[in-house]
């Protein structure tokens, strides 16, 4: 059985980091990437990392957010750096078996329940 479980969200203040991971179970993934929606806002494509370590990242997050991968654990992180109030969204988790990396999630066949995190100014 295939699962993706977020950790890690929790409440920050603004210029805090966060460390979120997903741990995935079942199978082996081409691509794992993060996800995140705001409330009220549709969800929207954070940054992904593939099989080898290629990285792929939203305009907006770059150099604020690094994502890496541990394939023995099958596991995946998000770092995120210097917080803003605006970054803050539950987070989820997301997976394809193939295929090149994407910033559509409609591309990704699994997903985590999400975390949350919450930025205060």
């Known amino acids: 059985q295939v699962q993706l479980v977020e950790s890690g969200g929790r409440l920050v203040q603004a210029g805090g980091s966060l460390r979120l991971s997903c741990a995935a179970s079942g199978r082996t993934f081409y691509a794992m990437g993060w996800f995140r929606q705001a409330p009220g806002k549709e969800r929207e494509f954070v940054a992904a990392?593939?099989?080898?370590?290629?990285?792929y990242y939203a305009d907006s997050e770059k150099g604020r957010f690094t994502i890496s991968r541990d394939n023995a654990k099958n596991t995946v992180s998000l770092q995120m750096n210097t917080l803003k109030p605006g970054d803050t969204a539950v987070y989820y988790c997301?997976?394809?078996?193939?295929?090149?990396?994407?910033?559509?999630?409609?591309?990704?066949?699994?997903w985590g329940q999400g975390t949350q995190v919450t930025v205060s100014s």
């Open positions: 990392v593939n099989l080898i370590g290629t990285t």
């Open positions: 997301a997976a394809r078996g193939r295929g090149v990396l994407s910033s559509d999630g409609s591309l990704y066949d699994y």
